[in-house]
């Protein structure tokens, strides 16, 4: 495969109690395998083939913005593969904490690290729908993004730092409708917030 599944640094049962083996194999052995797949399929034959994942995000979205409909199905599938490449690599077992420069950072721009994390929650019950909420580095300012179903800040030239999957299947076998509670244990004991922190020194 050109674009294939990443290796993840944990087993599926790692993510334990906070999120379960079933929702994990749901999530990555069928829907994120699903769009890898399907991306696979749709850039047979096209300049797309050649290019990185996340160039397939950038030019199919400047494609898909002006109305092609073969490269918005290639967006699609491109951009969640991306996400939730990403989205792995946000959690670690058990959580992990903040460099003390990260911390001044969203002090700075939030008003404490709790406040960030209210804001964060709230950002992601908001989003209407399927989607994603992000913690970006806009050329050096911290802001709260959500995007809808495949959108994500990587295609606007946004940096990301940290990501919470908001679509049902994040979190639907675990909590049902609780998205709330999902978001605050992504937040206390999944979130690796010391990889965010070296995407923001990086």
């Known amino acids: 495969m050109s674009f294939p599944l990443p290796d993840l640094p944990y087993a599926d049962t790692a993510l334990e109690p906070h999120m379960s ?15 890898a797949t399907k991306l696979e399929e749709l850039v047979v034959d096209t300049p797309y083939a050649d290019m990185t994942l996340e160039q397939v995000v950038r030019k199919s979205y400047a494609d898909y913005k002006k109305g092609d409909p073969k490269a918005t199905a290639i967006f699609n599938n491109a951009a969640q593969h991306l996400n939730h490449s990403f989205f792995w690599t946000c959690m ?12 001044e950072a969203i ?15 709230a950002a992601g019950v908001g989003q209407f729908g399927s989607g994603w909420v992000w913690l970006v580095d806009n050329k050096g300012k911290l802001e709260i993004v959500k995007t809808g179903n495949a959108e994500t800040p990587v295609a606007t030239g946004l940096k990301p730092l940290i990501v919470a999957d908001v679509w049902e299947h994040a979190y639907y076998v675990d909590y049902q409708n609780r998205r709330p509670d999902y978001l605050k244990v992504f937040t206390d004991n999944l979130a690796d917030w010391a990889a965010a922190s070296e995407r923001f020194a990086g």
């Open 21 to 35: 083996k079933a929702t994990f194999d749901l999530h990555h052995g069928k829907h994120h395998r699903a769009y």
């Open 107 to 121: 002090d700075k721009e939030f008003g404490s690290f709790g406040k960030f994390k209210e804001a964060f929650v």
């Open 92 to 103: 670690t077992p058990g959580g992990s904490k903040p460099s003390a420069a990260f911390v």
